[in-house]
């Protein structure tokens, strides 16, 4: 009987322990569409990296995108030039890369597609203090990078010396000056040098008989109260482009992976419709046919 009893007990407890360490069915259901929401969350997250000049037109379609897409969250990881972009999209650090340059077969690893966006008109302007300036030659452009010209009286202005503010010989902005203005010579060393168009965009704005170059798109956006010069007569107007009178354009394209996330999937064909195209031409943004 003694047996039979310690028998009974032990039983009893082995089942409780049994009892208390099982799983219910409702448990792993509950387990597994917590899993399951986290996991659609962290795909709702679109991260995108791109070069200074390229980063206005991707947060203009992100913003609006959001409006519409409550749950999508886009985020913007810090600026750098357009190769670094490219290198972190194969990297997977980012899902969306945006580049002032095509896809170079270097850095291409067949696994990521590259597709022209919009072109943004390049716009010499000045500070709003310059006054009686509203038209340069390509000899006087070219005069004022190199130093010959120093001063706004020299153009017909007040008696002001001209504070040129460039970006280094790399990036997109000075290499379509150098093409269609500039040439070979050699700039001034009192240009003041600076290294994402953003800056150089707050400096012309703060710094009186200033001149420098920046994307149009970004001067309409953000309504910018800076001059904007015509060139050999022709204003920088995306009409002027469309007949070539205006030809100083930068070309925005955007990477991706060619298989990418439905989410990632979903924003670049919100990119690319006509409700893109028509925000981005309201914008000052010519778009890529």
């Not at 002032?100 to 000045?126: C, F, M, W």
């Not at 070219?142 to 017909?156: A, C």
Request: aromatic share 6%; hydrophobic share 35%.
């Amino acid at each position: 009987m003694k047996k039979i009893g310690q028998s009974t007990i032990i039983g009893i407890i082995f089942l409780g322990m049994c009892g208390c360490n099982s799983v219910k069915p409702t448990d792993l259901t509950n387990s597994n569409q917590v899993t399951n929401q986290a996991d659609s969350q962290a795909q709702k997250i679109i991260k995108i990296g791109g070069s200074s000049s390229t980063v206005t037109v991707l947060k203009l379609l992100a913003q609006a995108y959001q409006s519409q897409n409550k749950t999508v969250k886009i985020e913007f990881i810090s600026n750098s030039q357009s190769e670094g972009a490219i290198a972190a999209l194969k990297n997977d650090i980012i899902d969306i890369a945006g580049s002032s340059h095509k896809l170079k077969p270097e850095e291409d690893n067949g696994k990521i597609q590259y597709r022209e966006l919009a072109q943004d008109l390049l716009v010499v302007a000045t500070h709003n203090s310059v006054k009686g300036v509203t038209n340069l030659s390509t000899k006087q452009l070219k005069s004022i990078y190199k130093g010959d010209i120093t001063n706004w009286r020299e153009l017909g202005g007040a008696n002001a010396d001209i504070v040129l503010l460039d970006r280094p010989e790399d990036e997109s902005a000075k290499k379509l000056l150098r093409k269609y203005y500039l040439g070979e010579e050699k700039t001034t060393a009192k240009a003041v040098i600076l290294n994402k168009e953003g800056e150089l965009i707050e400096t012309l704005q703060s710094t009186p008989n200033s001149l420098g170059a920046f994307s149009l798109a970004s001067s309409l956006i953000n309504k910018l109260p800076v001059n904007h010069l015509s060139l050999n007569g022709v204003a920088p107007k995306a009409q002027n482009f469309a007949t070539g009178k205006y030809q100083m354009v930068r070309h925005i394209g955007i990477l991706w992976e060619k298989s990418p996330s439905a989410t990632t999937q979903g924003f670049i064909d919100f990119i690319f419709s006509e409700e893109g195209e028509k925000l981005l031409q309201n914008n000052g943004f010519v778009t890529a046919k």
